[in-house]
């Protein structure tokens, strides 16, 4: 158990609808990072977030976005949804940056029909 | 911006045989990670390599960084079929942390 929870873990949709992953990060850790994984694909950088704000932004389309929250947690919102979009996304936290190990949480499968 | 390629993206290897995969940067990295992730599982961190040069061994692993810290490797010694999954390696450039795409190793018993 890496310590970073994902919710939902399985989220099925249609196209045009709009959902919200959420991420608790480890205790301590200030630095929430997400990552989209497709079918056999590599992980690619959403966006990272430190102390509730944001640092750093990846590929990330215009219809989704992300934020921190006082508490640390973070939420990925996903709208507008179409099939491509289907996917496993991660969430990671550690304790400050990028040059620290990531500790991944399991993820949440969406399905979008 | 920063992109790290990972060869090969697949590897089929009979139980016992050694398997090598290797991870080049366009930039100059920070230091590089390594993760393994199991089939239908997320990924975890197996290390971190920060100096050029640097060489590190995990009973079968071993790991290096390149001297002029854009590239890296991953060699298993003696494959066993518990090595089974997708090995990334991770590239920090201080800023972000950019994943190669991953190499999936498949070990025959």
């Known amino acids: 158990d890496s310590g970073v929870t994902q919710t939902p873990k399985h989220l099925i949709t249609a196209t045009g609808q709009r959902v919200t992953l959420r991420c608790s990060p480890r205790?301590?850790?200030?630095?929430v990072y997400w990552y989209q994984q497709s079918l056999d694909q590599g992980l690619q950088f959403l966006i990272h977030?430190?102390?509730?704000?944001?640092?750093a932004k990846g590929n990330i389309l215009e219809r989704f976005s992300a934020q921190q929250f006082p508490d640390l947690h973070s939420e990925l919102n996903l709208s507008s949804l179409e099939l491509g979009d289907s996917a496993l996304y991660f969430c990671?936290?550690?304790?400050?940056?990028?040059?620290?190990?990531?500790?991944f949480g399991s993820g949440t499968q969406l399905s979008v029909l | 911006g920063q992109q790290v390629m990972q060869i090969p993206q697949y590897q089929h290897v009979q139980e016992g045989e050694d398997f090598t995969t290797y991870c080049n940067s366009s930039?100059?990295?920070?230091?590089i990670q390594w993760y393994k992730q199991r089939p239908g599982g997320h990924p975890v961190f197996l290390i971190q390599?920060?100096?050029?040069?640097e060489v590190k061994k995990q009973k079968r692993l071993t790991f290096q960084f390149g001297e002029a810290k854009k590239n890296s490797s991953l060699h298993i010694t003696a494959t066993q079929t518990t090595d089974v999954g997708t090995y990334f390696c991770?590239?920090?450039?201080?800023?972000?942390?950019?994943f190669g795409e991953g190499t999936q190793l498949t070990v025959n018993p």
């Open positions: 991770a590239g920090s450039s201080g800023s972000r942390l950019t």
């Open positions: 990671a936290s550690n304790p400050r940056g990028p040059d620290e190990k990531l500790f």
């Open positions: 930039t100059t990295l920070s230091n």
């Open positions: 205790s301590g850790d200030l630095s």
């Open positions: 977030y430190y102390n509730g704000e944001e640092r």
């Open positions: 390599l920060v100096k050029s040069g």
